[in-house]
């Protein structure tokens, strides 16, 4: 397999990843926030958000150590997984400070 045809199949999933994202959004608006699975709590939903963004790191670590022991040598594929990990954990990192903001907010509120 040719550089371009890994990172044409990674392009393929990261657009299928947004348009299945962007369906999910437009349901959620249709619905009024309804969630369709009555078990997922908001805790459970930062659970799982939790647990993808460790995968993508451990994968992305994963695919460094085989590059650079040689048994990979699939440099661009490497590259964009460690991407991948990179945006997904400052992502969850600025959801966190959201959160965070949001709370102290709600706190300064007087009774």
């Known amino acids: ?23 999910e959004a437009t349901n959620f608006a249709k ?3 309804a969630s369709k ?18 995968s993508k790191s451990q994968v992305a670590d994963k695919m460094a150590m085989e590059l650079t022991t040689g048994k990979s040598g699939n440099i661009h594929e490497t590259m964009l997984a460690a991407t991948q990990a990179e945006l997904s954990f400052n992502l969850m990192v600025q959801l966190r400070n959201k959160a965070l903001e949001a709370y102290s907010e709600v706190m300064k509120m007087p009774v």
């Open 31 to 33: 619905d009024g926030g």
């Open 37 to 54: 699975e009555p078990g997922m709590s908001f805790a459970d939903h930062l659970k799982q958000g939790i647990k993808e963004v460790n």
């Open 1 to 23: 397999m040719s550089p371009l045809n890994g990172a044409s199949k990674m392009s393929e999933q990261v657009l299928n990843t947004l348009r299945d994202i962007q369906r």
